[in-house]
């Protein structure tokens, strides 16, 4: 059974930084892509960053790209998500998510960690 692990949340003023990490465990995970998403209050939740297990190729939403990096360890299972120059509509629930390269749906969620950036 896939299990999906975040850690690294927190509250920081805007314009600071903050690293997410993901623990991912229960299967080999070549054949799979692994994402953050995010869920502000009253809204739903929306893509954030993504990458392939095996080859790392990485996606961004656009309201990330060049502010985030996701990045994963294959060595100690793990995904992580680099976040810079926060800003106030950064904060949310992130949720660490698996899916299967050749499928379109995230299967597999972790329980989430909050981040808060004040102004």
């Known amino acids: 059974q896939v299990q999906l692990l975040e850690s690294g949340g927190g509250l920081v003023q805007a314009g600071g930084s903050l690293r997410l990490s993901c623990a991912a465990s229960?299967?080999?995970?070549?054949?799979?892509?692994l994402g953050w998403f995010r869920q502000a209050p009253g809204k739903e939740r929306e893509f954030v960053a993504a990458?392939?297990?095996?080859?790392?190729?990485?996606d961004y939403a656009d309201s990330v790209k060049g502010r985030f990096t996701i990045s994963r360890d294959t060595a100690k299972n793990t995904v992580s998500l680099q976040m810079n120059s926060l800003k106030p509509e950064d904060t949310a629930v992130y949720y660490c998510?698996?899916?299967?390269?050749?499928?379109?749906?995230?299967?597999?969620w972790g329980q989430g960690t909050q981040v808060t950036v004040s102004s």
């Open positions: 229960g299967r080999t995970f070549s054949s799979y892509a």
């Open positions: 998510a698996a899916k299967l390269l050749v499928g379109s749906r995230y299967d597999y």
């Open positions: 990458i392939t297990w095996r080859g790392g190729h990485t």
